[in-house]
């Protein structure tokens, strides 16, 4: 049959999106271009705010109408982490979906599309039973090709249980893979021409894997293991929580060299009661202190972070510290969000919710401020060198687009190759990205 996936969320859903691609072209299916073009349609699901469930429903509408078309030959997957909280919702709103699948039972897809096909029963098939850690590849099934940066889940689910956050419940507890697991699928993507990788987690400094001499491995250890794979060009690393950053993290940068100094450190708000209810385990003056720790052992490094606006009983003090925090901190990019209520979770009981006109207001001016210091981090870049690893076409003809270190998108003309690390001389910026040459 012919496979297409939509994703959905965050960059672990991506890699295991990507690892579902493995699975089902190993059982012979063949990728699709587009729905239109296949009769396997999954949709990798995300559930962390509200827009994002409502956008998937009305995605599952239009793929009925297809499915209607080509009558019994077409599979509709529903995978991930809204099918994992949300599997009576989809029973009752979209029954005419075939397989629901939690983000733990991805693997089982291709033996269930076999039983779907043999059996030409129309009963939903539902996996969401918690069995982290079988759904990592074996290196034997890893058989597709891949890009040049590349994404690898280190650990799942979460155990912080911050007040507003579903991915406690959809993702489970907290599991780390093996030290030996993580080099060998690293050396496979190298061996396939990756030359960056990302390690991903919703927590990495909470990384508690089995280490190469069968003890337990922490995250900045990790990072010393996995520096000297041959042909690994880069290493980068997403979430860390600014409660488990340590001086360990702050010397790992300092001395691997193919480490980033680019860091995501999202602070969520500026306010110490908001952090409070939020449950995030740190204070605001915390946060400023292992800022500082970082930028002391890595004066260069570029900060990124997430910020939520609105949470319940935010006051327009509250606010406004978030952005004198900002201000202060100086960051190089940052994504901010409105408070999504979310089922299930503490912070959805709480009195004072924020009326939507007041988030929106508080977004803008949020979003307006971080733009405005993206710009300024970026024009200092101007008539500057940066390491560039070209990963894809630029929007112009002949152009190629990639990453610097500090994670800026950067396009030349010509004169490189795709999949090399270029210097590349800035000489202008655009609203979110840099243009330059590269200097020979
Ligand atoms: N593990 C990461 C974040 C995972 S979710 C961490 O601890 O930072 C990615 C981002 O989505 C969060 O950082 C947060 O800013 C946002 N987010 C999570 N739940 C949300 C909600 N209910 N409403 C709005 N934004 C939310
Ligand atoms: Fe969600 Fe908090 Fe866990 Fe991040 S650390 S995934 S925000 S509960
Ligand atoms: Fe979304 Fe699940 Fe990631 S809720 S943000 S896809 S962990």
Redo the contacts with the bound molecule.
């Keep these: 049959m012919r496979f297409f996936i939509k994703n959905y969320g965050?960059q672990m859903n991506s890699y295991d999106s990507q690892r579902i691609t493995d699975i089902l072209a190993h059982a012979g299916h063949e990728i699709a271009n587009s729905s239109e073009a296949a009769n396997i349609v999954v949709l990798n699901t995300c559930s962390?705010?509200e827009k994002v469930d409502e956008k998937i429903f009305s995605d599952l509408g239009r793929i009925r109408e297809m499915k209607k078309e080509y009558a019994k030959d077409f599979i509709i997957v529903v995978a991930g982490c809204m099918a994992q909280t949300r599997s009576s919702d989809i029973l009752r709103r979209a029954p005419y979906v075939d397989v629901i699948l939690g983000p733990h039972n991805i693997h089982q897809l291709a033996k269930i599309i076999d039983k779907i096909v043999n059996s030409k029963s129309s009963d939903v098939v539902m996996s969401t039973a918690a069995n982290v850690g079988s759904k990592f590849p074996q290196s034997s099934d890893m058989l597709f090709e891949r890009g040049v940066s590349e994404f690898i889940t280190i650990q799942e689910g979460?155990n912080n249980f911050?007040s507003?956050?579903?991915?406690p419940y959809t993702r489970g507890r907290e599991f780390s893979r093996s030290v030996l697991d993580i080099r060998t699928e690293i050396k496979n993507l190298v061996s396939l021409g990756v030359k960056e990788i990302t390690l991903l987690g919703?927590?990495v400094n909470s990384y508690e894997g089995v280490g190469l001499d069968g003890k337990r491995c922490s995250f900045s250890r990790l990072l010393f293991e996995l520096a000297n794979i041959s042909g690994l060009k880069r290493l980068c690393y997403m979430?860390s929580?600014p409660k488990d950053v340590n001086l360990d993290i702050a010397i790992a940068h300092k001395e691997i060299k193919i480490l980033t100094p680019s860091l995501h450190l999202?602070v969520?708000s500026g306010s110490d009661s908001v952090l409070k209810r939020m449950n995030r385990r740190y204070t605001t003056d915390e946060y400023a202190r292992r800022v500082e720790m970082l930028r002391a052992h890595r004066p260069d490094l570029a900060l990124s972070s997430?910020?939520?606006v609105g949470f319940p009983g935010e006051s327009d003090a509250d606010f406004q510290q978030t952005l004198e925090l900002v201000k202060n901190i100086g960051y190089a990019q940052a994504y901010s969000?409105?408070?999504?209520p979310?089922k299930g979770t503490a912070a959805a009981q709480m009195d004072n919710q924020i009326p939507e006109n007041v988030k929106s207001e508080r977004l803008r001016t949020l979003q307006n401020l971080l733009d405005n210091q993206q710009s300024r981090f970026n024009q200092n870049f101007i008539g500057q060198h940066v390491n560039v690893l070209f990963t894809k076409k630029g929007k112009h003809e002949k152009q190629l687009t990639g990453r610097s270190e500090y994670s800026q998108s950067v396009s030349v003309a010509t004169g490189v190759a795709m999949g090399t690390i270029a210097k590349v001389k800035i000489t202008e910026v655009a609203s979110h990205s840099l243009i330059g040459v590269v200097v020979p």
Excluded at 164 to 167: G, S, W
Aim: one cysteine or more; a positive charge.
């Design positions: 965050c962390i705010r979460c911050c507003y956050c579903i991915v919703q927590n979430t929580n999202p969520q997430d910020f939520i969000f409105k408070y999504s979310r």
